[in-house]
């Protein structure tokens, strides 16, 4: 099982870091969505009368595409979400949103690179590094890239962002 975790870790790494240095690749992006992480993925569920695993299937099943990077250094909007799982926006914004968090707002999808306000649904969180003002790049997207969400489990996502933090 270490072994399998630590061959995950080096082919997350790998892929971003291609992808980061290549033109508007697939990024593949673990997303964990344990209730610990995913908010507002409950409510969803109950609204939309959708089972949370597939509303975790459906929002992990397209490509999407990067349209813009905005409000936050690093902050991604990126389309297009299923309308079966589309949801508007919190009334009222949360005062702290964590770092990596995946939300949904409208026909959009994001991830919150750092710790901020926001009123986006959150349905999970990534362990990946979004932004990181000592890279040249600063942030792992740009406007055209493609996303793919990958759903992993609590312990793995524990384990890829201790390695995440060592680096």
């Known amino acids: 099982l270490k072994h399998f975790g ?3 870790i080096n082919s997350f790494e790998k892929e971003i870091k291609y992808n980061h240095d290549s033109a ?6 673990p997303v964990c969505y344990d209730p610990m992480f995913a908010l507002d993925i409950a409510k969803l ?4 009368e ?6 975790v299937q459906i929002h992990c099943a397209p490509i ?6 905005g409000f936050l250094p690093g ?8 309308p079966l799982i589309q949801t ?14 995946v939300g949904i707002a409208g ?5 919150y690179p750092s710790e901020s306000p926001g009123g986006w649904q959150i349905i999970g969180r990534t362990p990946i590094k979004i932004f990181d003002p000592t890279s040249t790049s600063l942030t792992l997207f740009k406007a055209g890239d493609q996303v793919r969400f990958k759903p992993i489990d609590l312990k793995l996502f524990h384990t890829l962002n201790a390695h995440e933090n060592v680096h």
Not at 88 to 101: E, I, W, Y
Not at 107 to 111: A, H, R, S
């Open 6 to 8: 630590e061959a995950l």
């Open 24 to 29: 508007n690749k697939i990024i593949k992006v």
């Open 45 to 48: 569920s109950e609204e939309k």
């Open 50 to 55: 959708i089972a949370i695993s597939s509303i």
């Open 64 to 69: 999407y595409q990067v349209y813009s990077i």
């Open 75 to 82: 902050f991604t909007y990126m389309g297009t979400v299923d």
């Open 88 to 101: 508007p926006r919190h009334v009222k914004p949360r005062n702290a949103v964590p770092a990596g968090s």
């Open 107 to 111: 026909p959009q999808t994001g991830i």
